[in-house]
């Protein structure tokens, strides 16, 4: 991955993120109401969340210590001492008026979290300004169904809570912004932080973006730099729009800078909203500033105090990240990095299986062979989840040992997969109705001896140094048996030419 301009594309991208995060809690961050997606709108509000007067939030401490754990994953300092601001703002679907947020004092700050290729190369490093906590506002949904094309507001979501992400700004193409995305998506539920489910706004990110473009002088590049205006797409609903909207973004301010060739200092931040249809972003309002937002402290909440002895606590909850999943799984199994990443990138459930089935066959390439070709192709064709995929791994293992006890070979180790898949029957019982029995070496040795006998030419040009030869009796004994397994068979017509 080149960060310099090249003659392709003479400008460097300079991208930051902002991610938001709903928390895996079963109430809101400030009163008992339910968070669970798809009820009925505004049936799981309280006064509390629906900002009646009167009414006084109390923070959820479970939101809170997951909100540490993901920051510590994040490689976050956590502050001893943080406190709740009001974050004013006029929206239908902000009963109260205001967000409570976390302005000077965020829970956690300074961090980072890399993104690495699949070869296993450092692909960048970046750093994280900030992780605070924040209530979600509610949801208003335009509804043209009715033909009245009016707007309802459903209030069921307010007060959820929520992870703020921010990124310094320093991802450099949209292919690895999309990359960075998928890594903190994964990272968070190894961590059981949060579904980051972006169909059900779990995860939503807004991305900044804008064009770096060096300046020739007389004589080549002097070094200046003209700067295009930062941009902040929003309403982006996958990590595909977010690639897409960034590589439609970067060309338009490229275009638009080479009809002005201007130096563009200072211009204030822009903000765009992605049009997923059309591959387009148009221009929105411009941003509030945060004066605009009267941000002070809310009276109503005392402030966070966060011990050693707390964070002690959700660094054991935390289990291993990916980052440290995939060493360690190399180490122990002896797999490639692709193979570990590979697994890895599928989730905390499918290394649990994989470990199951590796314990089980003891040795780990094996095992992940088996994972790549037979269970995560079904899987993905099939879809769902590993735990609820029909074969489990002491069948997968069942097989396998067959296989390295040489019953049958991998291609028909795979058809006898498939049948139990397909059935839901034991691998014993497919393997008997398949008819696939295991050949004796006695009747091996004998059928072996027999086809010698009839191919005089073979054993003479496998006696000749012409040890690929020995396939032309490997046809003719499966014609005799189609059970024989070839691997066998062919050492033991080798083994015996040698002893001729
Ligand atoms: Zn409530
Ligand atoms: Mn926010």
Known sequence: MTTQPTAAEPFTTIIGLEVHVQLQTKTKLFCGCSTTFGAAPNTQVCPTCLGLPGSLPVMNRHAFDLAVRAALALDCT????????????????L????????????????GRLEVIDPKGALWRDVRIIRVHLEEDAGKSMHDEAAGTADTRIDLNRAGTPLCEIVTQPDLRSPQESRAWLNELKLLLAYLGVSDCNMQEGSLRVDANVNLHIPLAGEGGADGRLAKTPIVEIKNMNSFRSVERALVYEAARQWEEWQATKAEMGNTPKQTRGWDDAAGVTRAQRHKEESSDYRYFPEPDLVPVTV??????????????????????????WRIPAYDADVLVNQGRDLVDYFEDLATRVGEGKVASNWMQQDVLRTLNERGGTIGEFPVRPEAVADIIGRVTKGDFDTSRGREIFAEVLASGRPVADV?????????SDDDLVSLCKELLAANPKIVADVQGGKEQAAAGLIGQARKKNPNVNPGKFRQMCLDLIRGM
Not at 431 to 439: E, F, H, R
Request: proline share 9%; glycine share 4%; net charge positive.
């Open 78 to 93: 956590i502050a001893p001492f943080t406190k709740w601001d009001r974050k004013n703002y006029f929206y239908p679907d």
């Open 307 to 332: 011990s050693e002895a707390d964070i002690a606590k959700a660094r054991a909850a935390m289990g291993d990240p990916p980052t440290v999943l995939r060493k360690a799984l190399a180490e122990k």
């Open 95 to 110: 009963p109260k008026g205001y967000q409570i947020s976390q302005y000077d004092l965020p829970f956690s700050s300074d």
């Open 431 to 439: 393997v008997a109705s398949m008819g696939i029995a295991a050949v």
